[in-house]
T-cell receptor, first 109, second 116 residues
Framework: DAKTTQPNSMESNEEEPVHLPCNHS???????IHWYRQLPSQGPEYVIH???SNVNNRMASLAIAEDRKSSTLILHRATLRDAAVYYC??????????FGAGTRLTVKP | DTGVSQDPRHKITKRGQNVTFRCDPI?????LYWYRQTLGQGPEFLTY????????KSRLLSDRFSAERPKGSFSTLEIQRTEQGDSAMYLC??????????????FGPGTRLTVT
């Protein structure tokens, strides 16, 4: 299985942009890049996914490197509610997503 | 609230007892997944169903674990002869899969199992 590497933790100030990196040097051509986040005491929730092109939705943006060996989840203005563990996951489909330990994001007021 | 519910939310049991958890997915979703999450780790995939068929099981799903989705709606996860190592959060998720589309999973709040 293709593996992802994320920093264990990151900090951000409220209302500032946050860039959460993910390395996936062994990604295969058919692997999508999925991001989920898990707020305290809740199940994970979908954030965004992409294959090759950068993607935007109401929650975040996903920037994918041209060689697809890394990607960055961008939260444009962090709020206190964005404090969570963010997971970067590879997969051709989302039937058997392999979550790593993720990045714990702390947002400071 | 994602629309996926799990019951119970918390379960404390003694080692050796059997426990059963229930998951009610979003009604139109045809896929249902079970995960296990221990403290400080991400969720680990256990198994998934498409309608009533169990299509994949992880090596983590020992023979003490069994999951069913009898009518393609709700699902149950049973653990027989519980061990302390089974203590974890058990998460259920559902999705609507159509052809090759990428469809996100919606997770329930989980059932926290403590085996004493």
């Amino acid at each position: 299985d293709a593996k992802t590497t994320q920093p264990n933790s990151m900090e951000s100030n409220e209302e500032e942009p946050v860039h959460l990196p993910c390395n996936h040097s062994t990604i295969s051509g058919t692997d999508y890049i999925h991001w989920y986040r898990q707020l305290p005491s809740q199940g994970p929730e979908y954030v965004i996914h992409g294959l090759t092109s950068n993607v935007n939705n109401r929650m975040a943006s996903l920037a994918i490197a041209e060689d697809r060996k890394s990607s960055t989840l961008i939260l444009h203005r962090a709020t206190l509610r964005d404090a969570a563990v963010y997971y970067c996951i590879l997969g051709y489909n989302n039937n058997d997503m392999r979550f790593g330990a993720g990045t714990r994001l702390t947002v400071k007021p | 609230d994602t629309g996926v519910s799990q019951d119970p939310r918390h379960k404390i049991t003694k080692r050796g007892q059997n426990v059963t958890f229930r998951c009610d997915p979003i009604s139109e979703h045809n896929r249902l997944y079970w995960y296990r999450q221990t403290l400080g780790q991400g969720p680990e995939f256990l198994t998934y169903f498409q309608n009533e068929a169990q299509l994949e099981k992880s090596r983590l799903l020992s023979d003490r674990f069994s999951a069913e989705r009898p009518k393609g709606s709700f699902s149950t996860l049973e653990i027989q002869r519980t061990e302390q190592g089974d203590s974890a959060m058990y998460l259920c998720a559902s999705s609507l899969a159509r052809g090759g589309q990428r469809n996100e999973q919606y997770f329930g709040p989980g059932t926290r199992l403590t085996v004493t």
